[in-house]
């Protein structure tokens, strides 16, 4: 198993090499100058070749990449032109929110989407698995952006005065002011990095709200929450869906679950205990790979939505050229990609021997 | 030396001849018109392909043309269909107007020519450079593989509307180079799938016998390998022109795919969407076209894939 994830981690390292370098090359084609680009129309080129070198573009590509990959490891990824701060602060600042976002949207297509598929797998061709795969089918070819226009208007405009009213927009009711944790529970001296991450976690508003008992803050989080997280969990919650049940129908067309009926064991339990568990595998495989779509999504759903997370923050940058921070994002979301990859691969190979043994 | 040939049976002069018997692709049609969901699909694209052709002779109106000057028309209206009791003193519009006094049911029927174009053209530059590599990596192996798919490996790591937007950024926006974006960022998938039935169909016995007869590599790959590897390229592709046209949708939303005044489904709610609480049918009705277009293709797809991958063979 050791030799495995040495093996596996090996092969990650010339693809995160990759994904590096082609953010950086990706930078450095830019049409134009970037010093105008940065400075505005009027620079003259003294200036110029002052700015120029203060950023490093006077030295060879090579140089440059080196340098670039110091700055990463750093953790330094530049600074955004349109607000003159680093990218890094923020990123951290827009982050906990596109995270909560995410976490909603994923756990609302698990939830769902597995009973789902396991109930269109035990009564395959009844009307519950028709409908629901027409409904799976439906979701996977919707716009994320059409749907949560739809919701937002459904459920903010035609329900306005009904129970089922729900925000259409923002993140919180007006007025509403959340308190950082660090204020709550007095830890205002606290710094460094044990500081970041409870700032990172404060800024996550429902677990402030649950961390700290509010509960009329969590309901007001939540229930403007919901319909972004239902635009942005669609996909993934279709796509969960359709896996669970084929993966099941196949797992269920095996010698061993008829040996199992054969020993007189119930339907449930079989599907339930020796089904579903050997089920599971191309179900977990499938939702490590979704957090890019999650995260491409989440710039069209904040957008709609009016939330201030990282999405919104590519959605501005997009609009300004704002460069470093679709550069920066882009290389964060690429190296969480390659990160959950190669968790659940291993998750995948501990699971099933056969997958470290080939 | 002559010898009389015995005469051939029947059936198997049919197959030969094409006459009669089966063939694969008409296996194929046979086993995707038996399946509801793909029939739908092919309906849905058949409606979608005519709309797109005869979009000039469907539509009453240009797909720019500014109605102010021909008609008494409000900015926004809502749909007016006469024959659904909407008084025939105001113009008819089946979809509604625009907030550029625009006519939305002729701008929707437009759109079909730009979505399709897309979804083929962007589907097509990826199968092509996608196979190329995929072929070459199954064909020679050893490290040029190792390095190609590495690198393959590189580009799936970015999320697909990411990177597009990424390279958008750098290219400047609009329509050829959005396609050129997501056909870029599609290329890893044909690659490896073209790769894997590379990979399987060189070991055969067939292979090997024109190899022993003196095929060249290049002649192997092209006259060989390649036709027998089309099949799951086939059936990706045609999933995959769904996604294309997803992809530009959300990009033109973003105001990097197609430029206004052109008439896209992506790019006309990306216009529009802060008129979505007073003017819904701008939002609707491409909306609906985009969603029907994916669906055709996705059905489509699927019924692909299960009429051709022999392990469902009933």
């Given at each position: 198993?050791?030799?495995?994830?040495?093996?596996?981690?090996?092969?990650s390292?010339?693809?995160l090499?990759?994904?590096?370098?082609?953010?950086?090359?990706l930078?450095?084609?830019?049409p134009?100058?970037?010093?105008?680009?940065?400075?505005?129309?009027?620079?003259n080129?003294?200036?110029?070749?002052?700015?120029n070198?203060?950023?490093?573009?006077?030295?060879?590509?090579?140089?440059?990449?080196?340098i670039?990959?110091?700055?990463?490891?750093?953790?330094?990824?530049?600074?955004?032109?349109?607000?003159?701060?680093?990218?890094?602060?923020?990123?951290?600042?827009?982050?906990?929110l596109?995270?909560?976002l995410?976490?909603?949207?994923?756990?609302?297509?698990?939830?769902?989407g597995?009973?789902?598929?396991?109930?269109?797998?035990?009564?395959?061709?009844?009307?519950?698995?028709v409908?629901?795969m027409?409904?799976?089918?439906?979701?996977?070819?919707?716009?994320?952006?059409?749907?949560?226009?739809?919701?937002?208007?459904?459920f903010?405009?035609?329900?306005?005065?009904?129970?089922?009213?729900?925000?259409?927009?923002?993140?919180?009711?007006?007025?509403t002011?959340?308190h950082?944790?660090?204020?709550?529970?007095?830890?205002?001296?606290?710094g460094?990095?044990?500081?970041?991450?409870?700032?990172?976690?404060?800024?996550?508003?429902?677990?402030?709200?649950?961390?700290?008992?509010?509960?009329a803050l969590?309901?007001n989080?939540?229930?403007?929450?919901?319909?972004p997280?239902?635009?942005?969990?669609?996909?993934?919650?279709?796509?969960?869906?359709?896996?669970?049940?084929?993966?099941?129908?196949?797992?269920?067309?095996?010698?061993?679950?008829r040996?199992?009926?054969?020993?007189?064991?119930?339907?449930?339990?079989?599907?339930?205990?020796?089904?579903?568990?050997?089920?599971?595998l191309?179900?977990?495989t499938?939702?490590?790979?979704q957090?890019?779509?999650?995260?491409?999504?989440?710039?069209?759903?904040?957008?709609?939505?009016?939330?201030?997370?990282?999405?919104?923050?590519?959605?501005?940058?997009?609009e300004?050229?704002?460069?470093?921070?679709i550069?920066?994002?882009?290389?964060?979301?690429?190296?969480?990609?390659?990160?959950?990859?190669?968790?659940?691969?291993?998750?995948?190979a501990?699971?099933?021997?056969?997958?470290r043994?080939? | 030396?002559?010898?009389t040939?015995?005469p051939?049976?029947?059936?198997?002069?049919?197959?030969?001849?094409?006459?009669?018997?089966?063939?694969?692709?008409?296996d194929?049609?046979?086993?995707?018109?038996?399946?509801?969901?793909?029939?739908?699909?092919?309906?849905?694209?058949?409606?979608?392909?005519?709309?797109?052709?005869?979009a000039?002779?469907?539509?009453?109106f240009?797909?720019?043309?500014?109605?102010?000057?021909?008609?008494?028309?409000?900015?926004?209206?809502?749909?007016?269909?006469?024959?659904?009791?909407?008084?025939?003193?105001?113009?008819q519009?089946?979809?509604?107007?625009?907030g550029?006094?625009?006519?939305?049911?002729?701008?929707?029927v437009?759109?079909?020519?730009?979505?399709l174009?897309?979804?083929?053209?962007?589907?097509?530059?990826?199968i092509?450079?996608?196979?190329?590599?995929?072929?070459?990596?199954?064909?020679?192996?050893?490290?040029?593989?190792?390095?190609?798919?590495?690198?393959?490996?590189?580009?799936?790591?970015?999320?697909?509307l990411?990177?597009?937007?990424?390279i958008?950024?750098v290219?400047?926006?609009?329509?050829?180079?959005?396609?050129?974006?997501?056909?870029?960022?599609?290329?890893p998938?044909?690659?490896?799938?073209?790769?894997?039935?590379?990979?399987?169909?060189?070991?055969?016995?067939?292979?090997?016998?024109?190899?022993?007869?003196?095929?060249?590599?290049?002649?192997?790959?092209?006259?060989?390998?390649?036709?027998?590897?089309?099949?799951?390229?086939?059936?990706?592709?045609?999933?995959?022109?769904?996604?294309?046209?997803?992809?530009?949708a959300?990009?033109?939303?973003?105001?990097?795919?197609?430029?206004?005044?052109?008439?896209?489904?992506?790019?006309?709610?990306?216009?529009?969407?802060n008129?979505?609480?007073?003017?819904?049918?701008?939002?609707?009705?491409?909306?609906i076209?985009?969603?029907?277009?994916?669906?055709?293709?996705?059905?489509?797809?699927?019924?692909?894939?299960?009429?051709?991958?022999?392990?469902?063979n009933r």
């Amino acid at each position: 198993m050791t030799r495995y994830i040495l093996r596996r981690i090996l092969v990650s390292l010339p693809v995160l090499f990759g994904i590096v370098f082609i953010v950086f090359a990706l930078a450095r084609v830019l049409p134009g100058d970037p010093c105008t680009a940065a400075l505005g129309e009027r620079t003259n080129p003294a200036t110029c070749a002052l700015y120029n070198a203060r950023i490093g573009l006077d030295k060879p590509i090579p140089e440059q990449f080196a340098i670039y990959l110091g700055d990463i490891a750093r953790g330094d990824l530049g600074t955004s032109t349109k607000y003159g701060r680093p990218v890094t602060t923020i990123l951290l600042e827009r982050l906990p929110l596109t995270v909560e976002l995410g976490f909603f949207a994923l756990t609302l297509a698990i939830v769902v989407g597995v009973p789902l598929g396991v109930v269109s797998a035990m009564r395959r061709n009844s009307i519950i698995d028709v409908a629901t795969m027409m409904v799976a089918n439906l979701g996977v070819s919707i716009p994320v952006f059409v749907l949560g226009l739809l919701l937002a208007y459904v459920f903010g405009v035609i329900l306005k005065d009904t129970p089922l009213a729900l925000p259409p927009s923002g993140r919180l009711t007006a007025g509403t002011t959340v308190h950082p944790l660090a204020t709550v529970w007095g830890l205002q001296g606290l710094g460094g990095p044990p500081r970041a991450i409870l700032d990172f976690v404060s800024n996550m508003y429902t677990f402030n709200a649950i961390l700290t008992g509010n509960l009329a803050l969590l309901g007001n989080v939540l229930s403007h929450l919901l319909l972004p997280a239902i635009a942005l969990g669609t996909i993934p919650l279709a796509i969960v869906a359709r896996i669970t049940r084929s993966s099941l129908l196949d797992v269920l067309g095996q010698d061993f679950v008829r040996t199992a009926r054969a020993k007189g064991a119930r339907e449930r339990r079989v599907v339930l205990r020796h089904g579903l568990g050997n089920a599971m595998l191309p179900v977990v495989t499938i939702i490590g790979l979704q957090l890019g779509g999650l995260l491409s999504g989440a710039i069209l759903t904040e957008t709609i939505f009016r939330l201030g997370g990282v999405g919104t923050a590519i959605f501005e940058a997009v609009e300004s050229r704002d460069y470093s921070i679709i550069q920066a994002f882009s290389l964060i979301v690429a190296v969480a990609f390659l990160v959950v990859n190669l968790v659940v691969d291993l998750s995948y190979a501990k699971l099933d021997p056969r997958v470290r043994l080939s | 030396m002559a010898t009389t040939a015995e005469p051939l049976p029947e059936l198997l002069v049919d197959q030969l001849s094409g006459r009669g018997g089966s063939s694969l692709w008409k296996d194929t049609l046979r086993n995707v018109l038996r399946q509801r969901n793909a029939l739908v699909g092919l309906t849905l694209l058949s409606v979608l392909v005519l709309t797109a052709i005869f979009a000039s002779q469907i539509s009453p109106f240009g797909p720019t043309q500014d109605l102010r000057r021909t008609e008494d028309v409000a900015r926004r209206d809502a749909p007016c269909i006469h024959a659904l009791g909407c008084p025939t003193t105001q113009p008819q519009h089946l979809m509604g107007t625009d907030g550029n006094f625009r006519d939305v049911f002729s701008r929707v029927v437009h759109g079909s020519r730009i979505s399709l174009q897309v979804g083929f053209l962007t589907v097509g530059f990826a199968i092509l450079i996608g196979s190329i590599i995929g072929a070459i990596s199954g064909y020679v192996g050893g490290a040029v593989d190792n390095v190609l798919m590495r690198l393959m490996d590189v580009l799936l790591a970015f999320p697909s509307l990411l990177l597009a937007i990424a390279i958008l950024t750098v290219l400047g926006p609009g329509l050829i180079n959005a396609q050129l974006a997501i056909g870029i960022v599609a290329i890893p998938i044909y690659a490896r799938v073209l790769r894997a039935s590379v990979l399987s169909i060189r070991e055969l016995d067939f292979v090997a016998a024109s190899r022993a007869l003196g095929e060249s590599n290049v002649g192997l790959l092209v006259r060989r390998i390649i036709p027998n590897a089309l099949t799951p390229l086939i059936v990706q592709g045609t999933l995959g022109i769904g996604g294309a046209v997803l992809d530009v949708a959300a990009l033109s939303f973003l105001g990097l795919g197609v430029q206004p005044p052109d008439p896209e489904w992506g790019s006309m709610i990306g216009e529009e969407r802060n008129q979505m609480f007073s003017a819904p049918h701008l939002i609707l009705f491409p909306g609906i076209a985009i969603t029907l277009t994916v669906l055709a293709f996705n059905l489509l797809g699927d019924g692909l894939r299960d009429a051709l991958d022999p392990r469902l063979n009933r």
